[in-house]
């Protein structure tokens, strides 16, 4: 083959893999804010490991490159209506110690500050801003029955989640503690601050009702 021939086949090779790379990068998407989970399967397929806390579900996935030899381990987080909340890449080089590499935690909610997030969202699992509580707060209080209050409340935690002060102020529209405790059960695994449960706590005179409160706070979670 004559020299010439050599080198326009060479050229050739290049430029069709150069084609065949750019094709597959334009096809590769990357992770992002938002995304559901059925997203991220579609991109990284399924994840290796999974978890979860009371802020959500955490998914791990361990991605090796044979021709290097090393490693990148992807954690993804998401909320508890399934998005994506944060994403983190960690590339474990050949013959690294792994041990002691802190494993990255799953993002959780401000102290409660009497706002939703920044945006007004509520995509995250952060508690309902204040124009949102108030009319949850006046349709419960305006029902009828007690029936049609807990319907509402079961409804709205379907979706929303609460901070402590925000639960205390629906349970104070019952007079009684037994349909206390049942407003705080619909609502404890909602709950985006239970470091400050104090505050449920203290709408209860007697150490037995004390108590009950921790068990479902515990049980909740």
């Known amino acids: 083959m004559k020299r010439n021939e050599v080198m326009a086949l060479i050229a050739t090779t290049i430029l069709m893999f150069a084609v065949c790379l750019s094709a597959s990068a334009k096809g590769k998407r990357n992770v992002e804010r938002g995304m559901t989970k059925q997203e991220v399967i ?66 959780t909610p401000p102290i409660y500050d009497g706002r939703c997030d920044p945006d007004d969202r509520m995509d995250y699992g952060y508690c309902l801003n204040d124009a949102s509580f108030s009319k949850l707060y006046n349709k419960v209080k305006k029902a009828s029955f007690d029936d049609n209050k807990f319907d509402l409340i079961e409804v709205a935690s379907l979706g929303c989640y609460y901070s402590c ?47 009950k409160v921790g068990e479902i706070l515990s049980s909740s979670r």
């Open 42 to 107: 579609a991109i990284l397929g399924e994840p290796k490991l999974t978890s979860f806390d009371m802020y959500g579900d955490k998914w791990e996935y361990d991605k090796c490159n044979y021709l290097f030899g090393d490693s990148k381990y992807i954690t993804v987080f998401f909320d508890r209506n399934g998005k994506v909340v944060q994403y983190d890449t960690r590339i474990i080089e050949p013959n690294s110690q792994t041990s002691n590499v802190q494993q990255p935690q799953h993002p």
């Open 165 to 211: 002060a925000q639960v205390v102020r629906i349970m104070k529209i019952f007079p009684f503690d037994d349909e206390q405790l049942k407003a705080l059960r619909m609502m404890a695994p909602h709950i985006v601050d239970p470091q400050n449960a104090i505050v449920i706590y203290q709408l209860f005179s007697f150490d037995s009702e004390k108590q």
